[in-house]
């Protein structure tokens, strides 16, 4: 999927209870300062999700930050 000439992908977020979910949905925004467009919020298997498109770029950079975070423990 494209928007604009950004190339994004479906993402989602997971959380134990709606309270939670909303929480991570803020610092979600917040951690890459833009507002995602969540759609289908979802309980399912005791769990809540929330998915939302993110652009590529962005999903690198957070891949490359926690594979350093990991090679640092």
């Known amino acids: 999927m494209t928007e604009g000439n950004c190339l ?3 993402s989602f977020l ?3 209870n709606a ?3 909303e929480r991570l949905m803020l ?3 917040i ?3 833009t507002s995602f467009n969540y759609f289908s919020v ?3 298997q005791n769990d809540w999700y929330a998915f939302y498109y993110i652009n ?3 999903k690198l950079k957070e891949n490359i ?3 350093k975070t990991k090679k640092k423990k």
């Open 8 to 10: 994004v992908s479906p």
């Open 14 to 16: 997971k959380a134990e």
């Open 19 to 21: 309270q939670a979910l």
């Open 27 to 29: 610092e979600n925004n």
């Open 31 to 33: 951690k890459h300062n």
């Open 42 to 44: 979802t309980f399912a």
């Open 56 to 58: 590529q770029e962005l």
């Open 65 to 67: 930050k926690n594979n």
